[in-house]
């Protein structure tokens, strides 16, 4: 089993920033390539993605976000961050890590998926 934990979330004004972190612990295989992602949820709408980075570090971005946030990953401590820059009042959800792990054998390629527990982040004006 994978756990992914996330920290950072907290209430902060229009304008300013937060920084959120998601490491990912317990039976995680050698040479398996990791891709991180962060979803972000707000009352009444459906889950969407904000931000991903693939296990080569090739990023991508919801058009919302793009110039305002920033994601990033340490490898060698398998945690993903995504720095959250000018801040607006739409912002303000359930932010999620999720974790794709590929790992492959000699017979096969085998795809698992985990998600944090999700943290909340609340932008005021």
């Known amino acids: 089993q994978v756990y992914l934990t996330e920290s950072g979330g907290g209430l902060v004004q229009a304008g300013g920033s937060l920084r959120l972190s998601c490491e990912a612990s317990?039976?995680?295989?050698?040479?398996?390539?990791?891709?991180f992602a962060w979803y972000r949820q707000a009352p009444g709408n459906e889950r969407e993605l904000v931000a991903a980075?693939?296990?080569?570090?090739?990023?991508r971005y919801t058009d919302s976000v793009k110039g305002r946030f920033t994601i990033s990953r340490n490898n060698g401590e398998n945690t993903v961050y995504l720095q959250m820059n000018s801040l607006k009042l739409e912002d303000t959800a359930v932010y999620y890590c999720n974790l794709e792990i590929t790992v492959t054998t000699i017979e096969r390629s085998l795809k698992y998926e985990y998600w944090g527990q999700g943290t909340q982040v609340t932008v005021s004006s």
């Open positions: 317990g039976s995680i295989f050698r040479n398996a390539v990791m891709d």
């Open positions: 980075i693939s296990n080569d570090g090739r990023n």
